[in-house]
């Protein structure tokens, strides 16, 4: 089933709504900055969405306080998602409205807290386990906050979570089990990626420069991202402002089977994911304008990808990450990376791999070194994750 | 447009909780041919991951591999697609984690970080079965079954012929449990969906939405766990499953009760 777009935002470290990611992408400006996150005190860079500190929820939902739901909030609020999330509960009901997020941390920043202040021999405040900790809480918080009452769910895959939303979305619309959905992701920073990647010797130093001979680890991110997605075959193919709708014309989900942390250095999963999306859009690999690659930066994940990459699309088709301009945003990645594929396709631009000095020798692809302002029709985006969980998406606009 | 009618076959279950340690006592026990004893659940050594990996394992993991061990006996886990659904996933590494991290030199270890992900059991599954296909890893709070079982029919109607479904929630320890007084025990459970009719034992129809009251269980211990475990509110069904003939089942969700016949086959 090809999904078309309505409406969708994303809000970065490059600021909030689209266009300031947009504005940022232009710019050739990154979003990271030197990490300083509470209570972390880690030599690294990271993509903040400063704002996300301040406003509280809205005061009759302040059970839901986390950092990850101020952050949902905050995004929901940009790019007048939510009038449109109001306009398709008129349309189809609100009880027919599915909501499909990801997430790969959730609210455990409430939790850190939580154990900090156990530590300092304080009682635990207003935590709630439901509001806070669980999986579900940003689907919980954007459901009520929203009044959708359609299915629910969340998907933690890890980094491909806020990519395999769109799949599962648009196979609940196909079962009957609702005619439209909200998808997205929202995951914030917090102590636990932030050292937990760390522990791992997988966080960079400096800002995070993907396939670059040189490059040495992730900078983490943040991010919260939407989109209200239906069939395209019900959509009147207008956008808002007049223009073409984008659309997800195809995805493809698949395993490593390798191991928990690092990627199949043989790339067989990533390219069963490429080539099970081409399939479903109905696109040779040649049709793919642009690749926004997974690319975190880290020296296993770019070489695998490469690979994969060279075994589907040849060393032609112009790829990059865009990993430096917002960080690793984990389970926002997808819909982030979703998001400037969209962009790519509205603005026939394509970024290019920022930071990224000289190509690894060993990474076969077309890294774009320099932004490029050619026609660009179909992107494919992936996303891959811990588990060797894999998704890629094929982006176009709607016929 | 409601769900589309489609009949799903039940090729394997398994189970693994306390009282409850595999699917044939789970029959006896859901016909109430035996009475239900809440001895403690101790989960197998996982067979089919390297010492290593296995050794790794937490609780949640190997409860669910026990369950999905069990369902797939027989069945080619190589291509089967699958379906992991939770609450809170590893709970005790999150407790672990947040543990170490309140205190001042933050050391986390890499292997319970890389463990601590929602997707750990899917992704050590895809590791012992050398399987590429698509594997979920879903929550839904406390209606984690329903949101399972409606991911895992909803890729049955559209993109797989056969789906392993996994549902587990453990209790966790410390901190975490003690904000979490609702939980009850840790179980898991499992499924193998086909539209193949073929060597099924059971199958499942009729799925929609209901304001039915949900099927609950006359033992009070066995109806408290069902409610208190996002995995044990699949013990109606499997209930379903184990009984002789035809019946129909609602799963409790506060998104909205799903309603389903089941029918056992000879």
Partial sequence: MQLAIENYTVTTALGLGRDALWRGLSESRSGLSPCDFE??????????????????????????????NRLAELGLQQDGFLHCVENAKKTYGADRVGLFLGTSTSG????????????????????SFECNHEY???????????????????????????????????????????????VGGVDSLCLTTLYGFNSLQLVAAEPCRPSDANRNGISIGEAAGFALVVPAQVSNGVSNSGGNKPSVMGWGESSDAHHMASPDPAGR???????????????????????????????????????????????????????????????????????????????????????????????????????????VRHVISNSFGFGGSNCSLVLGWLP | ???????????????????????????????????????PIVANKIQLLPRNEARRAGLSVRLAFQAAEEACVGINTATLASVFASSAADISIAEKICSDLADPAKSVSPTQFHNSVHNTAAGYWGIATGCREPANSVAGGIDSFLVGLREAWALLLSEVESVLLVCFDTEGSGLLHAVRPSIHASCALAMVLSRKESGAVACLSDLSQTDMAPTTFDNAELEHFRQHNPAARGFALLSALAAPGKSQVVVESRQGSLALSVDPLA
């Fill in chain 2, 1 to 39: 447009m409601m769900a589309k009618q489609m009949k799903a076959y039940v090729h394997g279950v398994g189970l693994a909780a306390p009282g409850l340690p595999d699917w044939q006592t789970g029959q006896a026990v859901f016909r109430g041919e035996v009475s239900y004893q809440a001895e």
């Fill in chain 1, 39 to 68: 209570h972390a005190d880690l030599d690294t860079w990271v993509g903040a969405v400063n704002s996300c500190d301040g406003d509280p929820l809205p005061a009759e939902l302040e059970h839901w306080d986390c950092r990850n």
């Fill in chain 1, 269 to 375: 999963g990533a390219e069963a994911a490429m080539q099970r999306a081409l399939t479903m859009a109905g696109l040779a690999p040649r049709a793919i304008d642009y690749i926004n690659l997974h690319g975190t930066a880290t020296p296993a994940n770019d070489l695998a990808e490469g690979r994969a990459v060279v075994n589907v699309f040849g060393t032609e088709t112009p790829a990059s990450s865009t990993k430096g301009w917002t960080g690793h945003t984990l389970g926002a990645a997808g819909i982030v990376e979703a998001a400037i594929g969209w962009l790519a396709i509205e603005k026939n631009w394509k970024p290019q791999s920022l930071n990224t000095v000289s190509v690894d020798p060993e990474i076969k692809a077309n890294i774009l070194l320099q932004p490029s302002a050619k026609p």
């Fill in chain 1, 136 to 182: 579900f809480s940003v689907a919980g918080y954007v459901r009520t906050r929203l009044g959708l009452s359609g299915p629910a769910m969340v998907v933690s895959t890890a980094c491909s979570s806020s990519a395999k939303v769109f799949a599962s979305a648009a196979r609940s619309i196909a079962a009957g089990f609702c005619d439209a959905a909200v």
């Fill in chain 1, 108 to 127: 455990i920043t409430a939790t850190e807290h939580l154990y900090r202040q156990a530590q300092d021999g304080l009682e635990p405040d207003d935590f």
